[in-house]
């Protein structure tokens, strides 16, 4: 190492702090971009090049650097996408917003079929000018940072050859080529397959909406199809500010488990479709909202969130409650997880009560 090389080497330690929180700052400014674009992201992460690794990079055979800053990977940010072509839309996005150097950029997926291994896209930026311009930004004209864009599947294939020790496109030794290449491909078809089951799934959304008012006993009970009704049910919505004002609790979500949970159950009770669920919810409201008088007269979590659709694990009780055993609704209380275990005697005589005293449905 020549002595401006170790010139550098010790500005670069001395600087650590500096490239540290500029490549926090590129951090957060890009999960806010992607956030307002609406693309969904895996991680967003950044590290600083250690100073052993830029010594080693400095005396690499071929590397002749003019200026500390020619070295283009000082920071480095790596975006990770759930689906393939999504890493499209994010370069857009740092095309828009950064100031990107194209000399230093590159495409490296694979568009050679004899070709196979690492697969992401590079951008070299700096912030743009009017970001540097703000007082907080200055102390960072001149940095540069590589920001390496690649699907979930595609940062696997990364981690697992960097682990091995290989550049398999041409270091891999002929003999492990043909396998290489067999997980390459399963790797790429993995790929366009999640892009086609979310792309399916997204469909089955919008056929949902279509189906749900002319045709919902075609429609089954699903997670999918459930949150749509939820969403837009006026009945369930009404049930819903009811009982979220009676337990002075703000309405979120559905999550996911919550969904999950309520198809169960429902199923398990013969509701199998929209059509059922409609039927049997109309003819449940006063149960419905009789019961959640009766077990939210002191609600312990007020100002805590409640999930949309609460009033289903409410019509869930009810038609628990009709079932004719008594240790049947005991079992199922237990089974579903619901109320606290120490009141489930307490709940399933209640619900059973409320059962008999109901009138009789036609």
Known sequence: MNGKQREWV?????QQALYRA????????LGQLLAEANIPINSITYRVKSVDALAEKLTRPGKDYEHLTEVTDL???R???NFADDVDR???????HLDVDPDHSEDKRPYDPHWFGYSSVHRVCCLPPEMLERPEYARFAGLRCEIQVRSILQHAWAEIEHDLGYKVAGGIPNSLRRRFSMLAGLLELADDQFMRLRDELSLYSTQVVAKMHDHPEDVALDPISLETFIRRSALI???DAEISEMRGRPLMGPTKAVLEARVEELQYLGVRNLRDLADVLE???EPVRSLARQIYRDDRRRGLPMSRGSCLSLLVQVLIGRLESPEEIRTLLDRFNIGAPAARDERATLLK???EAAPERV
Request: charged letters at 15%; aromatic letters at 6%.
């Open 10 to 14: 010790e500005t670069f330690r001395s």
């Open 22 to 29: 500029f490549g926090q700052c590129v951090r957060q400014m």
């Open 75 to 77: 920071v480095g940010v």
């Open 79 to 81: 975006v990770v996408t």
């Open 90 to 96: 994010v370069v857009r996005v740092i095309d828009r």
């Open 237 to 239: 919505q009404a049930l």
């Open 283 to 285: 003819q449940s409201q």
């Open 353 to 355: 009560s409320m059962a």
